[in-house]
């Protein structure tokens, strides 16, 4: 097979190495985003999509202590506080 070889200048190889960079930062930020992993306090319906558990399950999680946050009628669930109540009541 024949290789290809296609020259740069400096000016057009910086050009295309911000460009690569560019497009690949606003992916990660995409991904990021689409995860939620700025995001430090969920709603129940994200909480159970964290844990990959049914909305029953996690009233259950709740009743056994699961750490939540309310203020005025509104309940928030921190990532961080659930990752160790999990590790303090699952570490086998």
């Keep these: 097979m024949n290789a290809v070889s296609i020259s740069l200048s400096d000016e057009q190889l910086n050009e295309l190495q911000a460009t690569v960079y560019l497009h690949i930062k606003e992916e990660i930020e995409r991904a990021r ?3 939620r992993l700025e995001q430090v306090y969920m709603t129940k319906k994200e909480t ?3 844990l990959h ?14 750490p939540k946050v ?4 509104i309940t928030r669930f921190n990532k961080q ?7 303090g ?4």
């Design 70 to 73: 309310s203020l005025a009628g």
């Design 53 to 66: 558990v049914s909305n029953n399950i996690l009233d259950k999680f709740i009743e056994a202590g699961l």
């Design 81 to 87: 506080a659930i990752d160790q109540w999990l590790l």
């Design 33 to 35: 985003e689409d995860c």
């Design 89 to 92: 009541n699952f570490e086998r």
């Design 48 to 50: 159970c999509i964290y």
